[in-house]
């Protein structure tokens, strides 16, 4: 075998009845409804896409402003604002049910029946290959409870999942004591998979106005700041539940999404990177079979969870370990 024929690397990824043909997805609310990132991406590559979440009714969202670039990240309390769900089917499904990545539905909900409306109408459509709950947007009231509340998780899944045949995936927030908990509880109710993280509660102050920066006064902190705080859920919850995670947050280079592999998410979703460069994600799948091929192996699968937290963990290779200054 030459260097130019290496062997095949098989990037496809199973998370329970959801297949994807690589593990690099898109994150909701950071791609908008895909159209317009066609001409710049090729939609078709990527391993799925989530358009912005979408409620029962349109919702207006928060007040301005809405979005605050910190020195690490973005702050943003959008509140939601989307069209519903009848405008979402009718203007947006039919071009995202055309492509050939798998397309990701999510959806917030005030109650329960609100939740398995929204996937039973979903569910009676073409073109959508799973669903993910968004239980835990820091920028609405209500819904969020079925983030922190492991027996409403645990319902609220069982009950969507009772009524729609799609695959489920509940959408986690940080903003908990232990996410494992939350996660297991999701395991409980049926959910093929468990993302993670939403954005980690946050605020930002002008203090010579003496305002917050925010309308909403709060809202969700992402990006690189907040890399560190999700791969710690990941693990946590890899370490403790047996149910496929897809990772999230402050991913924006190849070796983040290894990072996240390797510490158990067996997908990743690209969120705050896409505003600075919505090709990102094109890089990352094409750099992918390079980077597991130099961990040694020839699928997606076999480096996951595959972190050593043991003694002496930091010399996996033949590199020596940095002399401690
Ligand atoms: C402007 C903005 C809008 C977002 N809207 C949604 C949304 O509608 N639904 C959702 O589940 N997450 C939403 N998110 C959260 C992202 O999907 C993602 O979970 C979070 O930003 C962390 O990933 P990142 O650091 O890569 O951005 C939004 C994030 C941003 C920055």
Redesign the pocket.
């Known amino acids: 075998m030459t260097d130019e024929n290496p062997p095949a690397i098989e990037l496809g990824v199973k998370l329970g009845r959801l297949r994807l043909a690589n593990p690099i997805l898109v ?4 791609f908008g409804y895909a159209r317009e990132m066609e001409r710049i991406v090729d939609l078709n590559r990527l391993g799925g896409l ?1 358009p ?2 979408i409620t029962k009714a349109p919702r207006p969202g928060n007040q301005p402003w809405r ?1 605050v670039e910190t020195t690490a ?2 702050l ?1 309390s ?1 509140g ?1 604002d ?1 069209d519903g769900i009848d405008a979402f089917i009718r203007h947006h499904l039919p071009y995202l049910g055309s492509l050939k990545t798998a397309v990701i539905v ?1 959806v ?1 909900g005030r109650t329960i029946e609100e939740f398995v409306e929204l996937a039973c109408r979903l569910g009676d459509e073409a073109g959508i290959a799973a669903i ?1 709950l ?1 239980i ?2 820091p920028n609405v009231t209500g819904g969020v409870d079925f983030g922190t509340d492991p027996d409403l998780c645990s319902r609220l899944v069982r009950d969507v999942r009772s009524n729609c045949d799609l695959p489920i995936i509940a ?1 986690l927030t940080p903003n908990v004591t232990s996410v494992a908990a939350i996660a297991t509880a999701a395991a409980e109710g049926g959910a093929d998979a468990v993302s993670m ?3 980690v509660l946050g605020m930002a102050v002008d203090w010579r106005h003496q305002r917050p920066m925010l309308g909403n006064v709060v809202g ?1 902190l ?2 690189p700041a ?2 560190p705080i ?1 791969l710690r859920c990941v693990h946590q919850v890899a370490t403790a539940v047996d149910v496929p995670i897809i990772g ?5 280079s190849i070796d983040d999404v290894m990072e996240f592999l390797v510490a158990g998410a067996s997908a990743v ?5 896409n ?1 600075y460069d919505p090709t990102v994600s094109m890089r990352m799948i094409d750099a992918l079979p390079g980077e597991l091929r130099e961990l040694g192996a020839a699928t997606v699968a076999e480096v996951v969870g595959t972190l050593n937290t043991g003694p002496q963990a930091h010399r996996l290779s033949s590199t020596p370990a940095a002399t401690p200054t």
């Open positions: 994150a909701s609310g950071t989530l912005k979440t979005t990240g973005l943003n959008i939601l989307n999510s917030a993910e968004n835990s947007c959408k993280i939403n954005t969700g992402s990006g907040i890399k999700a999230i947050g402050g991913i924006a979703q690209i969120g705050t990177a505003y």
